[in-house]
């Protein structure tokens, strides 16, 4: 009888870099779409969570009669706070359903208190944007030098944040024209320029400018070392509150601390006071973003959604 004898034939050297290049390239066409797929929920993630911001400011709206203050703080003679400093995100946590973490909070007493060491650390994800990956808490600091700050001057360590509130179109430490600054109790009617036209809270990229939801931190300064190896420094105020720099930017490293700024590739978040939520381009007009951050400016926008 005739014996069949089977052969094996095994991939060639060529023919298998040819499949390891196949390989290669579907994986290369595949890792942007997943990316994108990615940064497409976490941008959703954000835009929900100022939604919820929204709906928080509303339900303190109704119960208080007014928007939460930007910040409390008694003031020194020469005009500089002297605490405790609490912010607008402190003032929402009932609303927001973390009443367990307002509880903690002493808001009698400053912020960088013994007794609120552990609420001033805690993280609350509906203040944090999915797509910043920054520590969970950073340092405040009352002094900077040339270099960065002075380790002697650390004040407190604070939890990270990626949402600050409309102070305006002027400097921070003076008198907002928008709908939050230091004490301020700013109604639904004193927006004289309409709620749809009206930002009330917008994101900070920690890369550029770092932020809380505490509060502004009596004594401090918003400092940051940026990638020339300079010194920027803000108003302390600049932790949760945000400003439109007249004629400027936002968004990238030409910005200064204390505006806005997002890691989305397509631009940054704003949350308006008649709580829709629209993303607004880099490259905006400055002084179309300077008349959407005023409370009564009178001015004449339309703004996307």
Same mark, same amino acid.
């Given at each position: 009888?005739?014996?069949?004898?089977?052969?094996?034939? !095994?991939?060639?050297?060529?023919?298998?870099?040819?499949?390891?290049?196949?390989? @290669?390239?579907?994986? *290369?066409?595949?890792?942007?779409?997943?990316?994108?797929?990615?940064?497409?929920?976490?941008?959703? +993630?954000?835009?929900?969570?100022?939604?919820?911001?929204?709906? @928080? %400011?509303?339900?303190?709206?109704? !119960?208080?009669?007014?928007?939460?203050?930007?910040?409390?703080?008694?003031? *020194?003679?020469?005009?500089?706070?002297? +605490?405790? +400093?609490?912010?607008?995100?402190?003032?929402?946590?009932?609303?927001?359903?973390?009443?367990?973490?307002?509880?903690?909070?002493?808001?009698?007493?400053?912020? @960088? *208190? =013994?007794?609120?060491?552990?609420?001033?650390?805690?993280?609350?994800?509906?203040?944090?944007?999915?797509?910043?990956? !920054?520590?969970?808490?950073?340092?405040?600091?009352? !002094?900077?030098?040339?270099?960065?700050?002075?380790?002697?001057?650390?004040?407190?360590?604070?939890?990270? =944040?990626?949402?600050?509130?409309?102070?305006?179109?002027? #400097?921070?430490?003076?008198?907002?024209?928008?709908?939050?600054?230091?004490?301020?109790?700013?109604?639904?009617?004193?927006?004289?320029?309409? &709620?749809? &036209?009206?930002?009330?809270? +917008? #994101?900070?990229?920690?890369?550029?400018?770092?932020?809380?939801?505490?509060?502004?931190?009596?004594?401090?300064?918003?400092?940051?070392?940026?990638?020339?190896?300079?010194?920027?420094?803000?108003?302390?105020?600049?932790?949760?509150?945000?400003?439109?720099?007249?004629?400027?930017?936002?968004?990238?490293?030409?910005?200064? %601390?204390?505006?806005?700024?997002? #890691?989305?590739?397509?631009?940054?978040?704003?949350?308006?006071?008649?709580?829709?939520?629209?993303? %607004?381009?880099?490259?905006?007009?400055?002084?179309?973003? #300077?008349?959407?951050?005023?409370? *009564?400016?009178?001015?004449?926008?339309?703004?996307?959604?």
């Amino acid at each position: 009888m005739r014996q069949l004898t089977l052969c094996r034939r !095994a991939f060639t050297l060529i023919e298998l870099l040819v499949v390891l290049g196949i390989v @290669a390239l579907v994986l *290369a066409l595949l890792l942007p779409a997943v990316q994108a797929a990615r940064e497409s929920a976490r941008r959703a +993630g954000c835009a929900s969570n100022l939604r919820q911001i929204g709906v @928080a %400011l509303q339900l303190y709206d109704g !119960a208080n009669r007014s928007f939460p203050s930007g910040y409390l703080s008694q003031t *020194a003679s020469d005009g500089s706070d002297v +605490g405790p +400093g609490w912010g607008w995100g402190t003032l929402l946590l009932d609303c927001l359903e973390e009443n367990p973490l307002r509880g903690l909070v002493q808001v009698n007493l400053p912020i @960088a *208190a =013994a007794v609120n060491s552990e609420s001033r650390l805690r993280q609350v994800s509906s203040y944090r944007c999915p797509s910043d990956a !920054a520590d969970p808490a950073w340092s405040a600091f009352s !002094a900077w030098g040339d270099v960065g700050p002075s380790p002697a001057s650390k004040i407190c360590d604070i939890a990270s =944040a990626n949402y600050v509130a409309m102070f305006g179109n002027r #400097e921070l430490g003076s008198l907002g024209t928008g709908m939050f600054f230091r004490n301020s109790h700013v109604r639904t009617r004193d927006i004289r320029d309409g &709620t749809t &036209t009206t930002i009330a809270i +917008g #994101e900070r990229s920690h890369s550029l400018g770092k932020s809380t939801w505490v509060g502004a931190v009596p004594g401090a300064m918003l400092g940051l070392v940026t990638v020339e190896g300079c010194v920027a420094i803000e108003d302390g105020s600049g932790m949760v509150l945000g400003h439109a720099k007249p004629g400027g930017r936002h968004g990238d490293s030409t910005n200064e %601390l204390a505006m806005f700024s997002s #890691e989305h590739t397509a631009g940054v978040h704003f949350l308006f006071a008649d709580n829709h939520v629209a993303m %607004l381009s880099r490259e905006i007009d400055g002084n179309i973003l #300077e008349s959407l951050s005023t409370r *009564a400016g009178n001015e004449l926008v339309v703004v996307p959604r």
